[in-house]
């Protein structure tokens, strides 16, 4: 079961965030060195971010602490890859994944994301850890295409669910025809 994202009434500047801004087209980039790092509840609330997250999302601690995370998503970013993520997380699996975040003034920038379930001391999962780094960028131009695609099928389909459905099946045909994993699938892309 995915995650509900809204768990409490969120203040004017959280709900201005969830506002959609227009994408500008221009890509932010940072440091290869860097890490952008995040943790979140169990509802995808986020509870930590460094500073690296701040800087390059354009945000600071105040309005981001209790958001939704997905309220970065890019409206480029197929459903598909995250119903993927929310799936693996929920077996206690971890996840490597490219993904393109909307800073808040609109600007985009490409991450390569390792998410993680963070466990309690039961090993009940408690929340969710994100450490994203620079992606190679052969690789941001290989996955492109791709989400174009899946979000094709999603954007083209009356039915969300639907729409979902068909585009993870579009995923899950690629991988069949690569012979590989996802996993296999996201670090091949580098190569």
Do not use: C
């Amino acid at each position: 079961m995915l995650p509900s994202f809204r768990s409490a009434p969120l203040g004017p500047i959280k709900q201005k965030l969830l506002s959609r801004v227009a994408p500008t087209g221009v890509e932010r980039r940072f440091p290869e060195r860097d890490i952008i790092v995040s943790k979140t509840d169990l509802k995808g609330t986020i509870t930590y971010a460094n500073r690296v997250f701040l800087d390059v999302a354009g945000l600071t601690e105040r309005e981001v602490i209790g958001a939704p995370h997905s309220f970065l998503r890019h409206p480029d970013m197929p459903r598909a890859v995250f119903a993927l993520l929310w799936e693996r997380l929920a077996a206690g699996k971890e996840i490597f994944a490219y993904v393109v975040n909307l800073a808040a003034n609109g600007d985009h920038y490409w991450v390569h994301a390792h998410v993680t379930p963070t466990f309690g001391a039961s090993g009940e999962i408690v929340g969710f850890h994100s450490n994203r780094r620079v992606p190679h960028p052969a690789a941001v131009e290989k996955i492109k295409p791709i989400y174009r695609k899946l979000r094709e099928i999603e954007d083209n389909n009356a039915n969300r669910a639907n729409g979902l459905a068909q585009s993870r099946a579009h995923l899950n045909a690629i991988l069949a025809q690569a012979g590989v994993t996802y996993d296999q699938f996201v670090f091949s892309l580098a190569s």
